[in-house]
């Protein structure tokens, strides 16, 4: 018999459905039924792919008894977190804090009021190694509940006040850091303190770095996307002073010791960006046979992956290969290098196009890690069975030896650049396997950054047919995921039903900067104008005076719980999402953003650049990309009186400086009004804060233009 999961939108959520459990969605409803039982609140939060969540919901929620207990003593609520991440937000904060760590499932015991009194992760059917069963846990909890009542709720106001002053504290701790190095005035100053900040973020990821193995850390490795983002700007710098056509300034400058500086910034950011990729992408952490990359690599040596593959981590990859790509190919260094990730790069798209577009042209979150045993690999555990194949180095299946370059990892990952007839080989293994389960749901934030990801490697990598596969997602996106009347934008859709839930920071900030990339690709001012009109309302909604929100409004009962709505400094898993708002808005350059200075909401965002760079400096890639993207914009040619031909042409003579450097505006779009030309006729001014230089009316000017631009630039 079905329970109330059965209507979900949410493939996880449906995977519950069948449940003995009776469970309910995260909704006010629920938490009446708890206070009017007088009975605590068991919240179960996961999410499709997630591993150890089947586990448990094989071991435990399928278990009539479990159910049974569950229904008699709790009211029971499961949340898909990628649905919904406020909840998953606060719950996991009051989580880590009871526990010092977190993970998914995630089991939380809540008062009728929403707020924790005992949390977990996993709980086995059985006690083992000191952890206890989770019938132990319940009956525990439920004793507590009804003995001890008012201790069980002093514990929950502690937590609440605790949450509650979260973002309090996280203030003092980053002031504590010292002063910020990049609120200054513009000029040479505002240079040098940007120059300070990378080299003290540097100076934090040499130490943070693996050097055995590579990467940031020594347990388990997840994909540092943000931080290798934010190296693909530094390994290529800006000079600001030769862009405002100054060379006795730009000499002094480089006298002052500030492009010695600058370049072995650039050096040492693409030791740390090749390092990192090259064991990510000649480790187990890449799908070698299929494509893409796996969500972490248990081990430390990348050897051992954990099987999901997650659109998000896939999107931000897909960005870093190709600026690294480009950025190498310009330089003329390490061609093997670029070949690789451009390979991995294409490897990627196409297990995007193969097994992750929906029918709705857009892309799915996930593909699980589980999977059922194939007949040739009988013994393989569930987790992974759809990927290793048996073997050892440099012997693959069918006994016939590998290439030199070739291996296998642990569990039978393979691991290395395979020879593309063995990799063919293994492919045809695999696609007799039974694939992994998609989550086909869409989530606007990650959709985001898959039109960011292909709309710039599209470009950059000479991909044309990339970019289309943005735009088809774009468009489902801005037809279906937006209310026109208002143009805020829901976070989910499934099967062309829309959640009705309201995105966060992160869908507005990360689909309206996928807009925008989408322009800078394509040219059609359509996806300009859509991507400022989304900055408009997510200024409004989610920036409040010198406050940036996650949350536009906070739930009730996550507001009870301690929730603040406020958005983190931090980076997780993709880059914070104050610190891509602040991003996309410098790269719209435009001056006022929702009645707002553009100005004074980037400087709320980067005020805490400083201590995040000294406090954390493996969770700041993103708040650094914000510093650097603000200190050095991309030049912005502004295109009058010019026909479609010489549109077209026009974008053809920027090329792929258009992905970063150069920002190219209609006329009609321009931010700061056009200059009277002195002569009539195709027309294209570079301009900065407001001021132009004399304009130019051909395309080999234009061409020159964008050569001293991409010079000046590194």
Not at 448 to 459: I, K, N, S, W, Y
Not at 600 to 610: H, I, K, S, Y
Not at 685 to 714: K, N
Request: charged share 25%; with cysteine.
């Amino acid at each position: 018999m079905s329970n109330r999961l059965a209507h979900s939108t949410s493939p996880y959520l449906l995977q519950h459905a069948e449940n003995p459990v009776d469970w309910w969605e995260f909704c006010p409803e629920a938490f009446e039924e708890a206070h009017a039982r007088e009975v605590p609140v068991l919240l179960s939060v996961g999410y499709a792919a997630c591993h150890w969540c089947h586990v448990m919901a094989h071991e435990s929620f399928e278990d009539p008894e479990v159910g049974r207990y569950l229904n008699e003593h709790f009211v029971a609520i499961k949340v898909d977190r990628e649905q919904r991440p406020d909840v998953d937000s606060i719950y996991m904060a009051a989580t880590q804090l009871l526990t010092g760590q977190g993970g998914w499932p995630m089991t939380a015991f809540l008062t009728p009021q929403g707020r924790v009194f005992h949390a977990g992760t996993y709980y086995p059917p059985r006690p083992v190694r000191g952890r206890p069963s989770f019938m132990q846990v319940l009956r525990a909890v439920a004793e507590a509940w009804t003995e001890r009542r008012d201790e069980v709720l002093r514990g929950a106001e502690q937590v609440y006040d605790a949450l509650s002053r979260h973002p309090e504290l996280v203030d003092r701790m980053l002031a504590d850091a010292g002063p910020s190095v990049v609120r200054v005035e513009g000029g040479e100053a505002a240079e040098d303190a940007a120059e300070q900040l990378t080299g003290a973020w540097l100076d934090g990821l040499e130490v943070a770095r693996d050097a055995a193995h590579e990467g940031f850390g020594t347990g388990a490795k997840f994909p540092p996307s943000p931080t290798l983002d934010a190296l693909t700007r530094i390994a290529s710098p800006a000079h600001r002073d030769a862009l405002a056509g100054d060379p006795a300034s730009a000499s002094a400058h480089a006298a002052s010791g500030h492009d010695d500086a600058a370049a072995q910034h650039a050096r040492t950011a693409r030791d740390l960006l090749c390092a990192t990729l090259d064991a990510m992408v000649t480790g187990a952490l890449q799908d070698h046979v299929g494509g893409g990359f796996f969500r972490y690599s248990v081990t430390p040596d990348w050897s051992l992956p954990h099987y999901e593959k997650m659109l998000y981590d896939n999107a931000q990859l897909l960005g870093v290969l190709a600026r690294t790509v480009a950025l190498l190919e310009r330089t003329g260094t390490d061609a093997t290098r670029a070949a690789r990730y451009r390979r991995a790069a294409e490897l990627l798209v196409e297990w995007l196009e193969r097994e992750m577009i929906t029918p709705e042209g857009a892309f799915a979150a996930s593909l699980d890690a589980d999977s059922d045993p194939a007949s040739d690999e009988p013994h393989a555990e569930r987790e992974g069975a759809y990927y290793t194949f048996s073997g050892h180095a440099g012997s693959p299946a069918g006994g016939r030896p590998a290439p030199a370059t070739a291996a296998w990892g642990e569990a039978g990952a393979v691991t290395g650049i395979l020879d593309e007839s063995v990799r063919q080989e293994l492919w045809q293994r695999r696609i007799t396997r039974t694939a992994p389960h998609l989550d086909d749901k869409i989530v606007t934030a990650w959709n985001g950054m898959a039109l960011t990801g292909l709309a710039d490697a599209g470009v950059l990598l000479g991909h044309p047919e990339w970019v289309e596969l943005a735009a088809t997602a774009a468009g489902f996106l801005w037809e279906r995921h937006r209310d026109s009347a208002t143009g805020r934008i829901t976070r989910t859709s499934r099967g062309g039903v829309v959640d009705p839930h309201e995105g966060q920071l992160e869908d507005y900030a990360r689909f309206g900067a996928g807009l925008l990339a989408l322009y800078r690709a394509t040219g059609e001012t359509a996806w300009y104008e859509r991507s400022r009109a989304l900055a408009e309302v997510a200024v409004k909604r989610f920036v409040r005076g010198s406050t940036v929100l996650e949350s536009a409004e906070v739930d009730p009962t996550l507001a009870a719980a301690g929730a603040t709505g406020r958005a983190e400094p931090f980076d997780d898993v993709a880059a914070s999402s104050s610190a891509v708002l602040s991003r996309w808005l410098t790269e719209l350059s435009q001056p006022t953003i929702g009645e707002r200075q553009t100005r004074e909401v980037v400087d709320a965002v980067t005020a805490p650049a400083t201590g995040v760079v000294l406090k954390a400096p493996t969770t700041a890639g993103g708040m650094v990309s914000a510093v650097l993207a603000d200190e050095h914009p991309p030049a912005l040619l502004q295109v009058v009186d010019t026909s479609a031909e010489q549109w077209r042409e026009t974008l053809d003579a920027v090329g792929a400086a258009r992905v970063m450097d150069v920002l190219v505006l209609d006329g009609n779009a321009a931010p700061y009004g056009v200059p009277a030309a002195s002569e009539p006729g195709y027309t294209v001014w570079l301009c900065r804060d407001g001021r132009c230089e004399l304009p130019v009316h051909s395309m080999p000017d234009v061409s020159a233009l964008v050569t001293r631009i991409r010079a000046e630039r590194g």
